[in-house]
């Protein structure tokens, strides 16, 4: 088991190396340059250059490379040009929104998503299963900074019963965090929530297929029981996995979520720093996001193990 | 009322609604179970087989399940029974093991957590006095060193191995009555002996009734006392076991006793096959279900079909013809 | 008389075959038909497609007619979804957007079916290839897919043609990452082997033989790829990171309507609608397709 966690590890590398590789180039190809816009329109091309020298924009690009990625693995991401902020700390400051958004907009489509599936998998082919598979259907189809506009006007504008902007830190209460999140966390969890109840329905179906199920059935164990017990865990794996791979879903959908909502999150201050061409943050930022969605997926493999005894063996 | 059997299934009909209509799987079976003696039905993959003993057990989606007819257990009939006390039926007084123990065992979970599920479903003991149920059920099935094994999961196990597991599960309980559903075809040879000793020996010290489903009629020949044999839904024949093997009545079970190849036999012979494939339920011949497959079948087997028919020596046989065949080839024509 | 013959018979098998071509085909239609999804899923987008061609004639307004007068208009029998805060038609913006969406979710689809198979049935068949190139869409698709494509029209500048590129890098992965791996279950069958002993070419395998058997399960993916593409190109304009400014698109119009929410709902309502409609026509569809041609699925959902 340790020796697989370390081997998969390892294999993440080569995927952040792509990644950092990607991001480092595809910015510095940008048109604009960051001396330039830093110190606005009326600078002489003197100080522009002086302060290129300075940045070391001006070294070759595999140079400017080589000079961060090295910073990178052991851990400085670098300064922020536009802050004057080493850009961990930039990172730090803003990832609070994001993360509350992430964890309740994902902890919402759980709580929500899986006894829908339950339900739609014991009923099936009835007008209820069908009800929640049209839910559904249009849950995954309402991209979710639309989903936020529309409730935006339905609770802001229309009933006014929720703040429609801004946001509040947990530091100054809970009610006011979650007036200002709830929202954004539902729109960007009704995706997940459609996603994650279309596979338990599926994944329910499947296990309750099986030989084992009849065998519970047959050893009269109550229905509730054999459900719950003997079915959603073996269930649950292929859900893991959804779960997993929708992480990246959400903090995709966070960025313009936040930027719906007003949220002074990650979302904003990538976008933000495109506008700024403050290239540090960036990098850092975009590295940190893949490499964490990569980690989540590793850290789900893992979990199949707790859930799945096979697997456990299988990678001894 | 003392000689009321064990479990009495009569004119027992299990009709599934399916896109294309009703299919009648089980059409009007009769058959008893006593206590203490093995019952073996018989019969093609296809047959009802299956669906009779799930139909006992009352394992059917019965969204989608129609039953009519009796199934008398102890007295009570079982379609009669609500979900609840039927739940309270299976695993206690009725078990069932299946076909396929790879597969039949939730794979996350110890065995352990397994057999004294049951045992703590239906008696009032504790987690301890579960566990010690279940390593002395394990002993009964021949595991050995079931202390340990008991915290093992499905997948640590040989097939051989999870088939006794399923048999400790079903009796933990003591039932009076168990179904085993081809409980032998997924193994080795030399393990399905070793499990038929198994029910055999634990039907005897529980004074158990066990209805025995297989296609294989060398284990109903091993442990069978009575026989049924069944052809797409129905009963065609019942026998104890030394008048089927020796003077089978059927044309069809003449035809499945000689398929068996025999060692003393000229090797040379090709083996028997029942010509013909079983017709699908959605397409049932008319007359006798069997005649499109008989060497025997004239105009009135295909048009009018035969009842269950009781014969001298108190046996049964679904076939308008069965003396005349006897008169024309006599007893040993089939077993030469 | 025998050469007559052998003529016959050919035109007999030739009549046959053709009968038991149009035969599935006419199977096809009807279990396609059957579909209450498929169904569905075409008529939302039959109606989106007609509606985009056919703006100039449903519309008499242009999209960009600016009348300061008419400033934010609720919609009326004039404006039938009513006007944005410059005045102009949002009925007119939303059909003319309807184009510029959909056009740009179509490229997509088709650029990355291009790529997402050279890319899957090379990698597939070399395996030197197959780790070079699956790691590099590793890396790719480590990205949430926005982000990459926000930094690359940063990159391009905003323009329709840039998004699409942008969309394309992003998406392309996920369908060559389909297309290989339809095709190595194809190679490892034991008909392949056979062909590769009686001397087949690799490009003979590949095109005759692989690549026929990974067309549905691509064409199911390409599918939601035109979804997502309509779904991010719209986040893309309403972060002002996509179609530039003056020309409409679903997104744009949403960008225009965030500043005005209290006021103007129809700046928000008309243009979501539609891009749920397309995108809702789009899974339709593409839930139907994958019953239709995927056996295996249908079964697991059935």
Known sequence: MKAYTIKRLLSLLPVLLVVAVVVFFLIHLAPGDPAAVMLGPDASPQDVENLREQLGLNLPLYQQFIAWFSGVLVGDLGMSIYMNQPVLDVFLDRVGPTLSLAILAQGISIIIAIPFGIIAARKRGTLTDQGFMVFAMLGVSVPSFLLGLLLMLLFGVYLGWLPIAGYSPLSEGVWSHLQYMILPAISLGAIQAALIARMTRSSMLDILSTNYIKTAHAKGVKERLVIYKHALRNAFIPILTVLGQTFGTLVAGAVVTETVFNLPGIGQLIVQSIVRRDYAVIQGTILIIAASYVLINLIVDLLYGAVDPRVRFNKK | ?336 | MEGNVTVQTNELFLKKKKEMQKERRNLFIRRFLSNKMAVIGSIILTFLGLTAILAPVLTSFTPYEMVAANRLQPPSAEHWFGTDNFGRDIFSRVLYGSQVSLAVGLSVALATSIIGMVVGLLAAYYRLLDHILMRICDGLMAFPAILLAIAIVAVLGPHPVNVVIALTVVKSPEVARVVRSAALVIKEQTYIEALKAQGASAMRIIFMHITPNTVSPLIIQVTYVFAIAIIIEAALSFLGAGIPAPHPSWGNILYDGKTVIFSAWWMTIFPGICIILAVLGLNLFGDGLRDLLDPHTNKANK
């Open chain 2, 1 to 336: 009322m003392v000689n009321e059997p064990l479990l009495n299934v009569k004119e027992l009909k299990t009709i599934f609604s399916t896109e294309k209509g009703p299919v009648t799987a089980v059409d009007g079976v009769t058959f008893h179970v006593d206590s203490g003696e093995t019952v073996g039905i018989v019969g093609e993959s296809g047959c009802g087989k299956s669906v009779t003993a799930e139909s006992i057990m009352r394992l059917l989606n019965e969204q989608t399940t129609k039953y009519e007819g009796a199934i008398t257990y102890n007295g009570k009939n079982l379609l009669h029974l609500s979900k609840e006390q039927m739940r309270k039926i299976r695993g206690n007084e009725i078990s069932m093991i299946f076909q396929d123990p790879m597969t039949s065992l939730n794979p996350v979970y110890t065995i352990g957590n397994q057999i004294t599920e049951t045992i703590m479903i239906h008696q009032k003991l504790s987690k301890e006095k579960a566990y010690v149920k279940a390593i002395e059920m394990l002993e009964l099935t021949g595991i050995p060193s079931p202390e340990k094994r008991i915290y093992e999961y499905p997948h640590n196990l040989s097939g051989g191995m999870r088939q006794r597991v399923m048999i400790a599960m079903a009796l933990s309980c003591h039932p009076s009555l168990l179904i085993a559903d081809e409980p032998t075809t997924a193994l080795d040879v030399t393990i399905q002996a070793q499990i038929l000793d198994v029910i055999s020996d634990l039907k005897k010290e529980l004074n158990m009734g066990v209805m025995m489903i297989t296609h294989d009629l060398g284990v109903v020949a091993e442990v069978c006392s009575r026989v049924v044999v069944m052809y797409l839904g129905q009963v065609i024949e019942e026998a104890d076991v030394d008048t089927l093997f020796f003077n089978p009545k059927h044309p069809y079970t003449k035809g499945l006793l000689k398929s068996i190849p025999k060692l003393d036999g000229d090797r040379n012979s090709k083996l028997h096959v029942v010509e013909g494939t079983v017709p699908s339920l959605d397409n049932i011949p008319e007359g006798c279900r069997f005649a499109p497959r008989c060497a025997y079948a004239d105009e009135l087997c295909l048009n009018r079909a035969p009842e269950l028919e009781t014969t001298d020596e108190g046996n049964k046989v679904r076939c308008w013809h069965y003396k005349r065949i006897f008169e024309e080839e006599g007893a040993n024509a089939t077993t030469s």
